[in-house]
């Protein structure tokens, strides 16, 4: 029987495919190298209230008890925001002072005692004198983490420094764009029991979710007031969420009414009313609230936090309802099929560290042909006909049913924007992997938990949490991880490119990545058994090569030189294969499916 290929793995098509040289394309590929770019690490962008200093702050009794002093704290607070005296702030940063309700966080005062807990930004961008352009689109990345701390949230990741976080954004950098990654608040509560315990869940981490929404909008909105300075373009933002930086993406992308958080779900069955108090959190533009401290400075007044387009790898959208309102700026998406965490179709959040059920969500089986039907991503649907592995492979998976943890899932064939990962069936069981993409090392692993440990007194186990990061991620590695990197930069960037209105898109869909016009005939494509190839008129096929979606070859050079050849498919794995044919007439290259 064949085996499948992990068919989403990308390419090291640049030099498998081209067929000449060609010049290089802002945007769509790397323009720089690393010597080219540079990264200004930990630069202030917020000060807000943390949750993780004052649990208590999660409990709406509590609030609701000691809403005076907290206005109270709040409007000192502000007086010190407003007169720059971050010194003066101290009292509030100390979770020790229990006089003190409304601890706080951010500020430079902040940054060697506290670092994982201010908010603060990464910026990535190409060095001013290595590059001509000062208005650079920009892409903010949105951190995975379950909103917990890393560690404490029973996983490897949590913060803009994450491995992956750190590639994606490099890589953007040299791609031409300006990338931000911002760490936003932490705080919820995973493991409430009895029977309030799954109210507590859903409130805490609905809340959650929503405060960092408001703190990826102050990122963006400082970072838009600085456009000078990191040579930018303030009216062209993406954002790009990864894990439950998705979550947040999206809900940024789509929440555009309070009225949105009051649909039954959201609404708490103890009380009747919303789990999302704009009086005590703030609206959904991130202004206001009794526990909230954006809204009072020019640029939260001033500048607008608007987005161009959205991407996300994983993470789900919280309602199909919030697709209903304002017309969503464009929506790319990459997702495991079978991602343990968050749902491909519609299913439940789980809490990672308990296995616990959250809440009830539409995953990319179910928002992305809405977004489709609502015309949502036209701006890249079939304007051009993508002609690239990337896009072929996504669309070969739509229109298509598969196992699934609770029997099957079916791909929308309208799906324009979804990038589906399959990762094959072993043992007849399901590969639950739902982020291939990230890699750590084991070392490094052991020194953060015993610093961890060291500051909270905690009791973390650096190999347990290690060995639960490799079963949804079994063959981890960094080689891995960039494989399926480079797969989704190959689907976001044109897509990209189009939906922010930036680079040469011309030549997007018109021989991309060297596909050539037709002078052999490949068939039959899909093939099971066996392929002809046969040249057309009077051009002669000199030789074929064959390679799989890793680069591999799979077929070495054999040589022809006549107008007819033969392969038999029997050895070969299902899947799809580049075959580059050289000719008499040139080099063509073509995409073979093996089923």
């Known amino acids: 029987?064949?085996?499948?290929?992990?068919?989403?793995?990308?390419?090291?098509?640049?030099?498998?495919?081209?067929?000449?040289?060609?010049?290089?394309?802002?945007?769509?590929?790397?323009?720089?190298?690393?010597?080219?770019?540079?990264?200004?690490?930990?630069?202030?962008?917020?000060?807000?209230?943390?949750?993780?200093?004052?649990?208590?702050?999660?409990?709406?009794?509590?609030?609701?008890?000691?809403?005076?002093?907290?206005?109270?704290?709040?409007?000192?607070?502000?007086?010190?925001?407003?007169?720059?005296?971050?010194?003066?702030?101290?009292?509030?940063?100390?979770?020790?002072?229990?006089?003190?309700?409304?601890?706080?966080?951010?500020?430079?005062?902040?940054?060697?005692a506290n670092p994982s807990r201010t908010l603060l930004m990464d910026v990535y961008k190409p060095i001013d004198s290595e590059d001509t352009e000062t208005e650079r689109p920009v892409i903010v990345y949105i951190h995975t983490g379950n909103f917990l701390p890393p560690i404490i949230n029973g996983g490897v990741g949590g913060s803009k420094s994450d491995s992956a976080a750190v590639e994606f954004c490099r890589q953007w950098a040299k791609r031409g764009y300006v990338a931000i990654a911002p760490n936003y608040r932490h705080g919820w509560n995973p493991t409430a029991t009895g029977q309030t315990g799954s109210v507590i869940r859903r409130a805490t981490l609905l809340n959650a979710v929503y405060r960092a929404i408001h703190d990826v909008k102050r990122a963006v909105r400082v970072t838009k007031a600085q456009a000078t300075t990191f040579g930018i373009d303030p009216n062209n933002v993406a954002l790009f969420g990864q894990g439950s930086g998705g979550y947040v993406a999206l809900a940024y992308n789509t929440l555009d009414r309070i009225e949105e958080t009051e649909i039954a779900k959201f609404l708490n069955p103890l009380t009747g009313t919303s789990y999302i108090d704009p009086t005590v959190v703030g609206d959904i533009d991130g202004l206001g609230g009794l526990l909230n401290l954006y809204g009072n400075d020019p640029v939260d007044q001033n500048v607008s936090a608007s987005i161009t387009a959205q991407a996300n790898i994983g993470g789900a959208l919280a309602s199909m309802?919030?697709?209903?309102?304002?017309?969503?700026?464009?929506?790319?998406?990459?997702?495991?099929?079978?991602?343990?965490?968050?749902?491909?179709?519609?299913?439940?959040?789980?809490?990672?560290?308990?296995?616990?059920?959250?809440?009830?969500?539409?995953?990319?089986?179910?928002?992305?042909?809405?977004?489709?039907?609502?015309?949502?991503?036209?701006?890249?649907?079939?304007?051009?006909?993508?002609?690239?592995?990337?896009?072929?492979?996504?669309?070969?998976?739509?229109?298509?049913?598969?196992?699934?943890?609770?029997?099957?899932?079916?791909?929308?064939?309208?799906?324009?924007?979804?990038?589906?990962?399959?990762?094959?069936?072993?043992?007849?069981?399901?590969?639950?992997?739902?982020?291939?993409?990230?890699?750590?090392?084991?070392?490094?692993?052991?020194?953060?938990?015993?610093?961890?440990?060291?500051?909270?007194?905690?009791?973390?186990?650096?190999?347990?949490?290690?060995?639960?990061?490799?079963?949804?991620?079994?063959?981890?590695?960094?080689?891995?991880?960039?494989?399926?990197?480079?797969?989704?930069?190959?689907?976001?960037?044109?897509?990209?490119?189009?939906?922010?209105?930036?680079?040469?898109?011309?030549?997007?869909?018109?021989?991309?990545?060297?596909?050539?016009?037709?002078?052999?005939?490949?068939?039959?494509?899909?093939?099971?058994?066996?392929?002809?190839?046969?040249?057309?008129?009077?051009?002669?096929?000199?030789?074929?090569?064959?390679?799989?979606?890793?680069?591999?070859?799979?077929?070495p050079e054999v040589s022809v030189n006549g107008s007819y050849y033969f392969i038999d498919l029997g050895s070969f794995d299902s899947g799809m294969y580049i075959v580059r044919m050289h000719t008499s007439a040139g080099v063509q290259t073509e995409r073979l499916v093996v089923e």
């Open 1 to 112: 029987m064949k085996k499948q290929l992990q068919s989403c793995l990308a390419v090291a098509l640049g030099l498998v495919l081209t067929t000449s040289a060609v010049a290089q394309r802002r945007y769509y590929e790397e323009i720089f190298d690393d010597s080219q770019i540079e990264v200004i690490s930990d630069v202030v962008y917020g000060v807000n209230v943390d949750f993780l200093r004052n649990t208590s702050l999660l409990d709406p009794t509590y609030i609701q008890t000691n809403a005076a002093q907290l206005a109270t704290e709040k409007d000192s607070v502000l007086q010190l925001i407003a007169t720059g005296n971050v010194v003066g702030l101290a009292p509030f940063y100390d979770p020790s002072n229990t006089s003190t309700l409304l601890k706080i966080t951010g500020g430079t005062s902040d940054l060697a």
């Open 321 to 555: 309802a919030w697709m209903g309102g304002a017309k969503p700026v464009p929506m790319i998406t990459a997702h495991c099929i079978r991602d343990p965490f968050a749902p491909f179709d519609t299913g439940q959040v789980i809490v990672p560290t308990t296995g616990e059920d959250v809440v009830p969500v539409p995953g990319p089986a179910s928002f992305m042909p809405e977004a489709d039907n609502l015309g949502v991503n036209d701006v890249f649907k079939d304007k051009p006909d993508f002609n690239d592995p990337y896009t072929f492979r996504a669309r070969e998976l739509y229109d298509r049913t598969y196992d699934h943890f609770n029997g099957t899932v079916t791909i929308d064939a309208n799906s324009e924007g979804l990038f589906a990962i399959e990762l094959p069936l072993q043992s007849n069981q399901f590969e639950n992997q739902g982020a291939p993409w990230e890699w750590w090392s084991l070392t490094d692993l052991q020194q953060l938990v015993a610093a961890v440990n060291a500051t909270t007194g905690g009791s973390y186990d650096a190999n347990a949490i290690h060995q639960d990061g490799l079963s949804s991620n079994p063959d981890m590695s960094k080689t891995k991880a960039l494989t399926y990197i480079d797969s989704i930069q190959g689907y976001l960037h044109p897509r990209l490119m189009l939906a922010m209105g930036i680079g040469d898109t011309a030549f997007v869909g018109e021989e991309e990545l060297g596909f050539n016009s037709s002078t052999v005939n490949v068939y039959p494509n899909p093939a099971i058994a066996s392929v002809q190839f046969n040249a057309v008129g009077n051009v002669s096929i000199e030789k074929i090569e064959m390679y799989d979606l890793t680069g591999k070859a799979v077929l």
